[in-house]
């Protein structure tokens, strides 16, 4: 699922990022592949997607969460 799937409040791990300098300012930020997130909210008509990673809130572009791919905490066995 992409991260602009999740419901608010939703944690979920991520499995991969977007290619290029997006995938590099993220991972600069702290979010990198097998890291777990919490989808806080996503602001409408296409306004940033803010999660929460270790403490700190981060908003990312909706474009850019549509192409991040999460995986369920559930489904993590």
Request: proline content about 2%; overall charge negative; glycine content about 10%.
């Given at each position: ?5 999740l419901n608010?409040?939703e944690?979920a791990?991520?499995v991969?990022?977007p290619?290029?300098?997006a995938?590099?300012r993220?991972?600069?930020?702290g979010l990198h592949v097998?890291?777990?997130i919490?989808?806080?909210s996503?602001?409408p008509?296409?306004g ?8 700190r809130?981060f908003a ?12 369920s905490?559930?489904?993590n066995k």
């Open positions: 699922m992409k991260l602009t799937e608010d409040g944690r791990i991520i991969a990022l290619d290029g300098e995938a590099q993220l991972e600069a930020v097998g890291k777990e919490e989808k806080i996503c602001m008509f296409g940033p997607v803010t999660v929460l990673l270790d403490g809130h990312v572009s909706h474009g850019v969460a549509r192409e991040i791919e999460m995986k905490r559930a489904c």
